[in-house]
């Protein structure tokens, strides 16, 4: 064991959970078992929009091990909402998207749940049950959500006062929102070059490696534990409180190991479900989603329509832009058009715009957040728009996005001003890259691209025990999607001067951690790391204290140096006191140490990025491969540079795989067709190359360490860098992704003719 | 007095005024002020957030303002 002497921050000590991970020793949502349980089963809705005519639950009640069904009638109607951290959720739609009421708004919308002694038995059962719909037409994008004879999903959802929707009709377009600066028409008036296009995407998937999955106990005293793969366990808690009806304080959830999550894995699903069953069957009930049901029916990304124009005077400089934003969001309201809205600007200084964001309903599942929602869409308009004006410019597509990024004190498209940001140092950065002046081969292009990402804030708790040897453990509530209890164990080994192996992080149940916020909008390095490292500074100063008591001298006259409580000047008959040692004597010096800190982070310091995609296209066939990619970006201060790495190169790959192949592919009556990782092509490792990183560190005022947010930002530019890649080595300019080998192919053809 | 900036969506409701000056302690009196000089307000800027000097808030009524301090309302995002 070394004795801790350099500093940790920064460093790639082995990660704590690594072994248990490659040894399949890990436990995740499935892998929890309770005597006397039952497995639970769903049955799905055929149709993509129908009424609920009847159910009839009788024939499944009947079959042998089935133990429980419930439908909607089992669930109170719910009005509540619960605040989600960052926005307040409508439980009401929460609770009808958990199982349907009186309609069926998307192709595989629950209906009705069972709990049987097997997963066989319940699934038969669930097929008995007979539903009588009645069909509608379905919904199945924005063009057709709009049309003056749209089918309306809901009725009670009337149009507000817009532009070309009359207020008070019944609509499929659920909000509007407007960011606006300067004067439009002027702006355009001034531009020497005008660039316009529409832009389209189409839904996608978080494509998190585990499904959905939870064990539910409802007890005969009235309270429920849940075991689950969440990214929020008291969001859990929350959801299901408001959703049965049942008082929070009686609901316990233990978040399991997550097999990922990016933003699909807040808003609950199954949970619910599996306490209503365990309440009415009186047994533990186990839920498991399938693949085809994680596609089908949980939360992916919207697919966007997305105008946009932008004008340019001769040097360069951005002197306007305007964007018309229509996001899908699935069966309810609530796309992230306002983000996409808000980030697709928010690299560039532009003195006139206008942006107009609208929310859609459509007859598929009710989107979800995916790491930096809506940003990634609406950005990709943006960087193609901007490497169109590079082009009739003549200008490098660097110098052109430099010569207008925005720095300290300019304003963000949404009001305030910028802290210190970095996106002047990435830019140049990847200006000074070799990659950037590297020979492109035969058929091959290159595209660069920004992004940006908010970073979000909220509310987290942490407590640090000092134990007897001098080690320490670190307890939070916040599940460990991105490294973040190594991160933590290296905060406390920082701040306590003691080897980050003698530190233990551990993920908390309700019951046990102080409430935390969720574990998303890259916001556990920082906001819960605050709360680390000040719970970790909490018991430095009572070791401070015990020094003081067994010197007999004033606390403020003990020091702290890198482990060590340090006497007073002056005192040579006093040894320095290392924390073990000071360990060693807590019965005698007042008992036992604990630190603990709970705060509310503003949001986090925004996160800029910049990305290179060499892409090498072949001309036969359509089909593409990124044969070489660099993603530079501001990350404040990585505190294990191994995994803000990861973080960086898992969304690249993300962000490739919604350019290059990832779609929904859905058949007229609103069923999708790919619903499997074979048909829903996803990048694996042999489809990319080792994607590098640089980063950037500008340190963020707001955290002690510097820290900024960084697991989101890298999935905005990959699907501008790589469309900008494919215009460079093909000459067309494509609008609509993915970039998939039929649509290049019938582009190039289109072109050529 | 403190700095206010109203988006464009609060704004349709001021008669187009975007930019005003506001004495209030915190950001409950702020908004409470606004609400009280532009009734269609009332109900709506609740659900904004709020950046102060720089700062951003989901939901911080009791945040303590200065004379200097700058407001933006802004729209509530989540992450994911």
Request: glycine share 10%; with cysteine.
């Amino acid at each position: 064991m070394t004795d801790r002497a350099a500093p940790v921050i920064g460093t790639r000590p082995v990660r704590h959970d690594g072994v248990d991970k490659v040894t399949g020793r890990a436990s995740y949502g499935a892998d929890l078992a309770m005597p006397d349980m039952l497995h639970g089963a769903v049955l799905r809705s055929p149709h993509a929009h129908a009424r609920i005519l009847s159910i009839d639950t009788r024939a499944a009640e009947a079959m042998p091990g089935v133990k429980a069904v419930i439908t909607a009638a089992d669930i109170p109607e719910c009005f509540a909402t619960v605040a989600m951290g960052e926005l307040p959720m409508d439980m009401h739609d929460g609770s009808d998207n958990v199982i349907a009421r009186t309609k069926v708004l998307y192709h595989g919308h629950v209906v009705a749940a069972v709990a049987a002694t097997t997963v066989d038995a319940a699934s038969e059962a669930a097929r008995r049950i007979e539903v009588v719909y009645d069909k509608l037409k379905p919904v199945l994008g924005i063009d057709e959500a709009i049309a003056p004879d749209a089918p309306i999903l809901h009725a009670g959802l009337t149009a507000g006062d817009w532009a070309g929707q009359a207020a008070g009709r019944p609509t499929n377009v659920a909000s509007r929102m407007e960011l606006k600066r300067g004067d439009l028409a002027q702006g355009f008036a001034a531009a020497d070059t005008i660039v316009e296009h529409e832009f389209r995407t189409t839904m996608v998937h978080q494509g998190y490696i585990e499904p959905h999955a939870c064990l539910a106990r409802y007890g005969q005293d009235g309270r429920v534990s849940v075991w689950t793969s969440t990214q929020g366990p008291f969001l859990v808690r929350d959801q299901c409180a408001a959703i049965l009806d049942i008082d929070a304080a009686k609901i316990k959830v233990t978040p399991s190991e997550i097999g990922g999550g990016f933003g699909g894995k807040i808003v609950v699903y199954l949970e619910p479900l599996a306490i209503a069953l365990s309440r009415k069957a009186n047994r533990p009930v186990k839920m498991v989603m399938s693949r085809d049901e994680v596609f089908r029916a949980s939360g992916p990304t919207s697919g966007t329509v997305i105008r946009m124009k932008m004008g340019a005077t001769r040097d360069g400089t951005l002197v306007a832009a305007s964007a018309s934003l229509w996001y899908e969001a699935g069966a309810y309201r609530g796309s992230p058009a306002g983000a996409g809205a808000m980030c697709c600007l928010a690299s560039y200084k532009i003195p006139n715009f206008l942006i107009e964001a609208y929310d859609v309903v459509v007859n598929k599942p009710k989107v979800a957040a995916y790491r930096a929602p809506g940003s990634p869409m609406s950005t990709f308009a943006t960087e193609s728009l901007v490497d169109e004006l590079a082009r009739t410019l003549g200008m490098d597509p660097i110098e052109l996005r430099l010569k207008n990024a925005v720095a300290e004190g300019d304003k963000a498209p949404y009001g305030p001003a910028y802290g210190p940001i970095g996106l002047q140092d990435v830019l140049r950065a990847a200006q000074r890259h070799p990659h950037w002046k590297a020979p492109l081969g035969k058929n091959q292009g290159r595209g660069v691209a920004c992004g940006f990402w908010f970073n979000g804030g909220m509310g987290s708790s942490a407590s640090v025990t000092l134990g007897a040897d001098g080690s320490a453990a670190v307890v939070t509530g916040n599940p460990d999607i991105g490294g973040t209890r190594v991160a933590q164990a290296m905060m406390v080994a920082e701040e306590l001067g003691i080897p980050v192996e003698r530190v233990r992080a551990s993920v908390a149940d309700t019951d046990t951690a102080g409430y935390t916020d969720l574990t998303g909008g890259s916001r556990v390095c920082y906001a819960t790391g605050m709360a680390v490292i000040r719970a970790a500074r909490d018991v430095r100063d009572q070791l401070r204290g015990r020094a003081a008591k067994i010197w007999d001298v004033p606390i403020d006259a003990v020091g702290w140096d890198a482990g060590r409580a340090v006497p007073p000047n002056g005192r040579g008959d006093r040894e320095a006191l290392t924390v073990a040692d000071l360990a060693a004597q807590l019965p005698k010096t007042g008992g036992p140490i604990v630190g603990h800190a709970a705060l509310y982070a503003p949001a986090a310091g925004p996160g800029f990025a910049a990305h290179i995609c060499d892409l090498e296209v072949d001309p036969e066939t359509g089909g593409s491969r990124v044969v070489r990619y660099t993603a530079f970006q501001d990350v404040g201060r990585a505190v294990h540079a191994g995994y803000v790495e990861g973080q960086m190169q898992g969304g690249v790959a993300q962000g490739v795989g919604w350019a290059l192949n990832e779609e929904y592919i859905y058949a007229d009556d609103g069923v999708m067709q790919n619903a499997g990782f074979l048909d829903y092509r996803m990048p694996v490792a042999s489809d990319l190359p080792m994607i590098e990183t640089v980063m950037i560190e500008v340190a963020n005022p707001l955290h002690p360490y510097g820290v900024r947010g960084v697991g989101e930002v890298p999935i905005v530019p990959p699907l501008a860098a790589v469309a900008n890649a494919m215009r460079d080595a093909t000459g067309v300019r494509f609008t609509e992704l993915p970039l998939s080998p039929p649509r290049v192919l019938n582009g190039l053809e289109k072109s050529s003719a | 007095m403190a700095k206010v900036y109203l988006p464009a969506d609060l704004s349709r409701h001021t008669g187009g005024v975007e930019i005003l000056e506001i004495d209030a302690p915190r950001v409950r009196e702020l908004q409470q002020a606004l609400a009280a000089r532009f009734p269609a307000l009332a109900g709506e800027i609740e659900r904004f957030a709020v950046a102060v000097d720089g700062e951003i808030y989901s939901d911080a009524p009791y945040h303590v303002l200065t004379s200097e301090s700058e407001v933006y309302f802004i729209p509530r995002i989540a992450g994911g």
